[in-house]
């Protein structure tokens, strides 16, 4: 009797054993397992790739009996395709699965089935997204992860870099079922989020500016944070009574933001910028904010990237404007060798309330130069008590501490001896990324392909753009003979090196005309050296550009860098040897050593972005060392529209130019940035060039950073701006001398 009840027993949680764990390999499976699910059941899918599983994970399990979605092996569940997932229901817990190749035009994971049924105290765990943005940047704007309902949670998760637009993971509060929510976001590791170049690229938004004086609840904890720097910010918080607290941010340009909402809390943070430039701390907005215990070292950014900054509100604000900071405090932050700390930060003619009683208190700052903080209204709305400071000062408020050397973690600080003083440093994470984000790691990153020499020939067995188009990544193309007629348009998909072994005249020896030589298209960069790109050739079709981007599909960054080369015979005003295509951005395009001459088109024409949302066509812009001579069109037009300040992009710098005879129509100009944000203009020599209109025109905002300096203007057009103090004192007027004039003055 004894030996049957222990066999009874034994096969009754056999029996359940396999009752809770149902393997399934393919999505009827799945699907029918979800259906049939209850508290307590695993469905494990196989490990392996399932391509377009748009998975609906419905049921309701319990809070000591989760039902639970896993891979079979963590991490080797692949999702691709135009996969995802909708949670909907209650204590469900997705495990492990790996979205990876694909995307998905809506979302990604999101905690709801549809508008009737969302998910409560549900969890995705232990889940890593990468390489899953649609292959447009603007086209297709959506989100990785999407928060309704209340108590949820994505924790352990490793979240890659999003490219396109749209915030990364938002919380929705356009739902009182998803008011005071009180969801949870974890431990992950939050792996870049590269430039975006126009705003919609934070990674994290909690709210919406119509629900932003509605409670969420949320927190966001213990994540690492890695180079996300989308736009100016990292973390929107756009509601109330939620917890920013105990995060690292490493190399992250842009700042935790609190941009709506009420009664938020930023504590115990540790920003590591290590002198990136735009890296930067919190930015503070909204009434009866709290900002504690952050510990903010060597952040270098200004304005709405600074360590710290306070903004200024606009009166009787609309919801999505800016409300006066007031009775808010701030206390026991450290700032170190940090580079702006601004109170009234914004202010501007709409942006005119000062902050009103915000205590700034026991905080302690080492700054970089001789200013401690910037306060642009100076009307005692920001209180200053007991502060210490690294350096001498008799600021009110403030006194200067000795110092003592503190070893925490990895790093070396010099503190306050008195450690009332200044964060406390038991009371600041110091996230380790290896111990967040998914528990099963990705392989190690393949070592980059150095590339090989390819040799070419002006008559090879095979056009030169199929040689191309056969090349490994980062190989390097060198050509041989001093002239290649071109028969097939070059489309470059991988970083590749073209260099001439002297110089190579490339010509179009077709009867049609081509848009291009070269065009750059997705996962592309160039380096391009000694090319002669003539664009009407005897009989032949013109090539209308030299070098382009992608009409369509082009999502990720690129790097173009031309030295040596000369463009001519671009013979129509519509062409351009160097332009941008819609929605295409670039790391940057660096131009030196060359020469454009002799056309009635344009330069370099970075102007394609005209709806005028803050969106621009290249990060950087250098021309140096460059000749533009005889040309009926603008030698240079970049172009960011709007009054967008979420990005700090596009930055020109043109040094050591020379431009003879350029763009003398009626009301022409040689250099058009319209929005630039950062301009230097050096060193260059303008000779009756603009003399219809503009030498260079400007449309700047009161805090671009735009100078121009130790040029030379003689009969040539004026520079046109909204602000003269752009124009600096060494500038001259006088005619210039036949060295001054020499191409070999600017290209050797």
Same mark, same amino acid.
């Given at each position: 009797?004894?030996?049957?009840?222990?066999?009874?027993?034994?096969?009754?949680?056999?029996?359940?054993?396999?009752?809770?764990?149902?393997?399934?390999?393919?999505?009827?499976?799945?699907?029918?397992?979800?259906?049939?699910?209850?508290?307590?059941?695993?469905?494990?899918?196989?490990?392996?790739?399932? #391509?377009?599983?748009?998975?609906?994970?419905?049921?309701?399990?319990?809070?000591?009996?989760?039902?639970? *979605?896993?891979?079979?092996?963590?991490?080797?569940?692949?999702?691709?395709?135009?996969?995802?997932?909708?949670?909907?229901?209650?204590?469900? /817990?997705?495990?492990?699965? @790996?979205?990876?190749?694909?995307?998905? *035009? #809506?979302?990604?994971?999101?905690?709801?089935?549809?508008?009737?049924?969302?998910?409560?105290?549900?969890?995705?765990?232990?889940?890593?997204?990468?390489?899953?943005?649609?292959?447009?940047?603007?086209?297709?704007?959506?989100?990785?992860?999407?928060?309704?309902?209340?108590?949820?949670?994505?924790?352990?998760? +490793?979240?890659?870099?999003?490219?396109?637009?749209?915030?990364?993971?938002?919380?929705?509060?356009?739902?009182?079922?998803?008011?005071?929510?009180?969801?949870?976001?974890?431990?992950?590791?939050?792996?870049t989020r590269s430039n975006l170049g126009s705003n919609g690229g934070e990674l994290l938004r909690i709210g919406i500016s119509r629900y932003s004086l509605t409670p969420s609840q949320t927190t966001i904890k213990n994540n690492y944070f890695e180079k996300c720097s989308g736009e100016?910010?990292?973390?929107?918080?756009?509601? %109330?009574?939620?917890?920013?607290?105990?995060?690292?941010?490493?190399? %992250?340009?842009?700042?935790?933001?609190?941009?709506?909402?009420?009664?938020?809390?930023?504590?115990?943070?540790?920003?590591?910028? !290590?002198?990136?430039?735009?890296?930067?701390?919190?930015?503070?907005? !909204?009434?009866?904010?709290?900002?504690?215990?952050?510990?903010?070292?060597?952040?270098?950014?200004?304005r709405f990237r600074s360590a710290l900054s306070v903004m200024n509100a606009v009166p009787n604000s609309q919801l999505n404007r800016y409300f006066q900071v007031k009775d808010s405090k701030i206390t026991n932050n450290s700032f170190i060798n940090c580079s702006n700390i601004i109170?009234?930060?914004?202010?501007?003619?709409?942006?005119? *309330?000062?902050?009103?009683?915000?205590?700034? #208190?026991?905080?302690?700052?080492?700054?970089?130069?001789?200013?401690?903080?910037?306060?642009?209204?100076?009307?005692?709305?920001?209180?200053?008590?007991?502060?210490?400071?690294?350096?001498?000062?008799?600021?009110?408020? &403030?006194?200067?501490?000795?110092?003592?050397?503190?070893?925490?973690?990895?790093?070396?600080?010099?503190?306050?001896?008195?450690?009332?003083?200044?964060?406390?440093?038991?009371? /600041?994470?110091?996230?380790?990324?290896?111990?967040?984000?998914? @528990?099963?790691?990705?392989?190690?990153?393949?070592?980059?392909?150095?590339?090989?020499?390819?040799?070419?020939?002006?008559?090879?067995?095979?056009?030169?753009?199929?040689?191309?188009?056969?090349?490994?990544?980062?190989?390097?193309?060198?050509?041989?003979?001093?002239?290649?007629?071109?028969?097939?348009?070059? &489309?470059?998909?991988?970083?590749?090196?073209?260099?001439?072994?002297?110089?190579?005249?490339?010509?179009?020896?077709?009867?049609?005309?081509?848009?291009?030589?070269?065009?750059?298209?997705?996962?592309?960069?160039?380096?391009?050296?000694?090319?002669?790109?003539?664009?009407?050739?005897?009989?032949?079709?013109?090539?209308?550009?030299?070098?382009?981007?992608?009409?369509?599909?082009?999502?990720?960054?690129? /790097?173009?860098?031309?030295?040596?080369?000369?463009?001519?015979? &671009?013979?129509?005003?519509? @062409?351009?040897?160097?332009?941008?295509?819609?929605?295409?951005?670039?790391?940057?395009?660096?131009?030196?050593?060359?020469?454009?001459?002799?056309?009635?088109?344009?330069?370099?024409?970075?102007?394609?972005?005209?709806?005028?949302?803050?969106?621009?066509?290249?990060?950087?812009?250098?021309?140096?060392?460059?000749?533009?001579?005889?040309?009926?069109?603008?030698?240079?037009?970049?172009?960011?529209?709007?009054?967008?300040?979420?990005? +700090?992009?596009?930055?020109?710098?043109?040094?050591?130019?020379?431009?003879?005879?350029?763009?003398?129509?009626?009301?022409?100009?040689?250099?058009?940035?319209?929005?630039?944000?950062?301009?230097?203009?050096?060193?260059?020599?303008?000779?009756?060039?603009?003399?219809?209109?503009?030498?260079?025109?400007?449309?700047?905002?009161?805090?671009?950073?735009?100078?121009?300096?130790?040029?030379?203007?003689?009969?040539?057009?004026?520079?046109?701006s909204f602000r003269t103090q752009l124009i600096g004192k060494n500038n001259t007027n006088i005619p210039p001398t036949a060295n001054t004039l020499s191409f070999k003055n600017y290209v050797q």
């Amino acid at each position: 009797m004894k030996y049957k009840l222990l066999f009874a027993i034994s096969f009754s949680l056999i029996l359940q054993a396999q009752a809770a764990d149902i393997l399934v390999s393919n999505k009827t499976e799945l699907t029918n397992a979800i259906k049939q699910a209850v508290p307590g059941d695993q469905i494990i899918l196989r490990k392996g790739i399932w #391509e377009n599983a748009e998975i609906i994970f419905e049921g309701n399990g319990t809070a000591q009996k989760n039902i639970t *979605l896993k891979a079979e092996v963590a991490g080797q569940t692949i999702l691709s395709g135009n996969s995802s997932i909708k949670i909907g229901g209650s204590y469900l /817990v997705v495990d492990g699965l @790996y979205f990876n190749n694909g995307y998905h *035009l #809506e979302s990604v994971i999101e905690f709801r089935k549809n508008d009737q049924l969302l998910a409560n105290h549900c969890r995705v765990t232990n889940c890593t997204i990468m390489n899953f943005s649609p292959p447009s940047r603007f086209e297709n704007e959506n989100n990785w992860v999407i928060f309704w309902g209340q108590y949820n949670r994505i924790d352990h998760c +490793t979240i890659g870099d999003k490219l396109n637009a749209g915030t990364t993971i938002i919380v929705n509060l356009n739902d009182e079922r998803s008011q005071n929510n009180y969801h949870s976001i974890d431990s992950n590791y939050f792996y870049t989020r590269s430039n975006l170049g126009s705003n919609g690229g934070e990674l994290l938004r909690i709210g919406i500016s119509r629900y932003s004086l509605t409670p969420s609840q949320t927190t966001i904890k213990n994540n690492y944070f890695e180079k996300c720097s989308g736009e100016v910010e990292i973390i929107s918080v756009k509601s %109330c009574y939620n917890y920013v607290v105990d995060n690292t941010f490493y190399e %992250c340009e842009g700042a935790v933001v609190l941009r709506h909402g009420n009664h938020n809390v930023i504590s115990g943070n540790l920003f590591l910028g !290590n002198n990136k430039p735009n890296t930067g701390g919190i930015r503070v907005i !909204n009434p009866n904010q709290t900002v504690t215990n952050n510990l903010v070292i060597n952040c270098v950014g200004d304005r709405f990237r600074s360590a710290l900054s306070v903004m200024n509100a606009v009166p009787n604000s609309q919801l999505n404007r800016y409300f006066q900071v007031k009775d808010s405090k701030i206390t026991n932050n450290s700032f170190i060798n940090c580079s702006n700390i601004i109170f009234g930060v914004g202010k501007d003619f709409e942006r005119t *309330l000062p902050p009103a009683n915000v205590l700034f #208190e026991n905080n302690f700052i080492t700054p970089v130069g001789k200013n401690l903080y910037q306060d642009e209204n100076k009307d005692g709305g920001i209180i200053f008590k007991s502060n210490a400071s690294a350096i001498a000062t008799s600021l009110q408020g &403030f006194k200067t501490t000795s110092l003592q050397k503190v070893n925490w973690h990895n790093l070396t600080l010099l503190l306050p001896a008195d450690q009332s003083m200044g964060a406390h440093l038991d009371k /600041v994470a110091f996230v380790e990324k290896d111990k967040v984000g998914a @528990y099963w790691k990705l392989p190690a990153a393949v070592a980059v392909n150095k590339g090989k020499l390819i040799q070419v020939n002006a008559i090879p067995s095979m056009e030169l753009a199929e040689v191309i188009a056969k090349a490994n990544a980062n190989d390097t193309i060198l050509l041989l003979d001093p002239l290649y007629e071109l028969k097939k348009p070059i &489309f470059i998909s991988k970083p590749l090196v073209i260099m001439a072994k002297s110089k190579a005249e490339w010509v179009n020896a077709v009867e049609k005309s081509i848009p291009s030589f070269i065009t750059l298209e997705n996962g592309g960069s160039l380096m391009i050296q000694g090319i002669h790109f003539n664009s009407a050739y005897k009989s032949y079709g013109d090539a209308q550009s030299a070098i382009v981007t992608s009409k369509t599909k082009m999502l990720q960054h690129y /790097v173009l860098k031309v030295e040596n080369c000369e463009f001519y015979n &671009f013979n129509e005003s519509s @062409y351009a040897c160097i332009k941008a295509s819609k929605g295409s951005l670039a790391d940057s395009i660096v131009v030196d050593h060359c020469i454009f001459r002799n056309m009635s088109g344009n330069g370099i024409d970075l102007s394609s972005e005209r709806d005028d949302k803050g969106m621009y066509n290249a990060e950087k812009v250098i021309v140096r060392n460059t000749v533009f001579y005889n040309m009926l069109a603008s030698a240079m037009n970049v172009y960011r529209g709007g009054n967008d300040e979420s990005t +700090t992009g596009p930055a020109v710098t043109i040094d050591h130019c020379l431009f003879n005879d350029v763009d003398n129509r009626e009301q022409g100009c040689v250099i058009k940035l319209l929005g630039v944000q950062y301009a230097r203009i050096i060193n260059s020599s303008f000779y009756l060039s603009g003399q219809g209109g503009s030498s260079i025109m400007f449309q700047e905002l009161r805090w671009d950073n735009i100078k121009v300096d130790h040029c030379n203007f003689y009969k040539s057009g004026r520079i046109q701006s909204f602000r003269t103090q752009l124009i600096g004192k060494n500038n001259t007027n006088i005619p210039p001398t036949a060295n001054t004039l020499s191409f070999k003055n600017y290209v050797q």
